[in-house]
């Protein structure tokens, strides 16, 4: 079955979009039709298998896809083991359909580390927070006893607030399961399973399973850590990828590239990427280290934002309106005396009247004189 939007996978889960991308398989977002919530299915396909003795059978339509029993008693019992962690992509359910093995897990508001890497590598204090989630999440599931088995830069998702969420738990298991199965207890035919399901990336491949598939252990879930902080420093993995084969003849002979690109973060990557087992830190180590690392870290830098522009440019002097004739140059002198007081300002340079004494005192006399004679003609 090939879910598509509006179809509900078994029987719960009705898909809302297209194949969710970027990611591997054929990942569905849904919707919980028992509580609602938003998840993202995650899909495993189980080959098919050609029974010569069913051939023309009537049963035929309902036995050619291998049995996925076996698949999801492994995957709900890991999931049952690993408690919920805060920086782990929590994992809901597991069920089958028509040849397909649906994963439910969280499906929360947050961006795919592959699209952050796009517009290119982050810087490497930043790699170190986002390390310092990745191996809180392993230690939990360390802790529980099992092996994530599936670090990979598309199972990190970083959320709004900046915190980063390791998935991919419960897909790894069921491809892991799922290989076993298809090797039917050949390791070579097991490995060239496990080789077709997860592909020529480093991650997969540390050389202890190289050599021993069933060697899994948190050491080679450190192994996948350092391969994945290599890639997301310098843009590309340690070893060559380009075939299975190569990429194996490359981590037997300890053929990988330089990691000086991996600047304060070299010396944990060449530790996680060690070829004997042990000598790799464990994810409670690896903490610790990048705790005292991220303590000392310098404080992010920050550009000042450019100033913004006037719509319309300032002179860079105020215009001076000129004469139309000539200029005459006023050659500098004495400065003026400043007055006291601006009443006294104004008559400042006049020099005092004589005649306006005479003239009042004239006018007093005549007045005297004209009230004499009034007087005469009166009495008279």
Do not use: I
């Not at 990745?134 to 199972?155: D, F, S």
């Not at 419960?170 to 076993?180: C, P, S, Y």
């Not at 035919?189 to 990336?201: D, K, Y």
């Not at 004189?369 to 008279?380: R, T």
Request: charged share 20%.
């Amino acid at each position: 079955m090939r879910a598509g939007p509006g179809q509900t996978v078994a029987g719960r889960y009705q898909v809302t979009d297209r194949p969710a991308a970027p990611g591997p398989g054929l990942g569905r977002t849904a919707v919980d039709g028992r509580t609602g919530v938003r998840v993202l299915l995650e899909a495993v396909e189980l080959p098919e298998l050609l029974v010569p003795e069913l051939t023309g059978s009537t049963e035929f339509e309902g036995s050619r896809w291998l049995d996925p029993e076996s698949v999801l008693a492994e995957v709900a019992s890991l999931l049952a083991a690993v408690p919920e962690h805060p920086r782990l992509r929590q994992s809901f359910d597991v069920t089958a359909e028509d040849g397909v093995v649906w994963l439910a897990v969280e499906e929360p508001a947050a961006t795919g580390l592959p699209e952050l890497l796009a517009a290119g590598p982050l810087p490497p204090y930043r790699v170190a927070e986002v390390a310092a989630d990745l191996v809180a999440a392993l230690g939990a599931v360390h802790r529980a006893g099992q092996v994530h088995g599936n670090v990979a830069a598309e199972h990190v998702l970083v959320c709004e607030d900046g915190a980063a969420l390791l998935g991919g738990l419960a897909v790894g298991a069921a491809q892991e399961a799922l290989a076993r199965e298809l090797g039917g207890g050949d390791p070579r035919r097991w490995g060239q399973a496990r080789a077709g399901l997860v592909g020529s990336r480093a991650e997969h491949w540390p050389p202890e399973l190289l050599t021993d598939l069933a060697a899994a252990s948190p050491a080679t879930d450190s192994w996948a850590l350092g391969v994945l902080l290599h890639r997301v420093l310098t843009g590309r993995g340690p070893f060559d990828e380009q075939s299975p084969t190569a990429l194996f003849a490359a981590v037997r002979a300890g053929r990988r590239a330089d990691s000086a690109e991996c600047g304060p973060l070299r010396p944990l990557v060449d530790r996680l990427l060690a070829v004997d087992p042990a000598e790799r830190p464990s994810a409670a180590e690896a903490r610790e280290w990048l705790a005292e690392l991220l303590a000392d870290a310098p404080e992010p830098y920050r550009a000042a934002p450019p100033a913004e522009a006037l719509p319309v440019l300032r002179p860079r002097r105020l215009p001076v309106r000129r004469a139309r004739g000539p200029v005459a140059v006023r050659r500098p002198g004495p400065a003026p005396e400043v007055a006291e007081h601006a009443r006294h300002a104004r008559g400042a340079g006049r020099r005092p009247s004589w005649l306006l004494p005479v003239l009042l005192v004239g006018g007093v006399v005549g007045a005297m004189v004209l009230a004499l004679v009034a007087v005469v003609q009166f009495s008279g």
